[in-house]
């Protein structure tokens, strides 16, 4: 937000000391554009369309007047915990790695037995 800093200087992490930060903060508390920014910004917040309180009373008030509405509630609340955590894809992937890792270690035991075996034939 354009105009809502502290102080339009920005400090290198080697160039923060007392005497910056004080002139910095002497400058923001006697510079008038900033109170001017100030109260303009407070204003804004004060006057904005869509207060939170108002909000609030608002849907209290449609939901007294309306009762339970079931098209409100969202999908995602009615999924059951397998379905909320993906647990049915987490065990098939789960799966999918365990075969993969099993097909994996029993060819190299093959091949390790084939070329154990060529070896033995070639001693022999």
Not at 26 to 34: A, F
Not at 48 to 71: A, D
């Amino acid at each position: 937000m354009s105009g809502a800093g502290i102080s339009s200087r920005t400090f290198e992490k080697s160039e923060i000391s007392q005497l910056a930060m004080e002139s910095a903060i002497s400058e923001v508390l006697t510079n008038p554009t900033y109170q001017a920014s100030a109260e303009r910004l407070a204003k804004l917040y004060r006057t904005k369309p869509n207060q939170p309180t108002k909000t609030l009373v608002e849907w209290t008030n449609f939901v007294l007047e309306n009762g339970e509405l079931p098209e409100l509630v969202p999908e995602g609340a009615k999924l059951s915990l397998i379905q909320h955590y993906c647990i049915d894809v987490i065990l098939v992937a789960i799966g999918i790695l365990a075969l993969v890792v099993y097909v994996g270690i029993r060819l190299i035991g093959l091949a390790i037995f084939k070329i154990s075996r060529r070896t033995k034939n070639k001693v022999d």
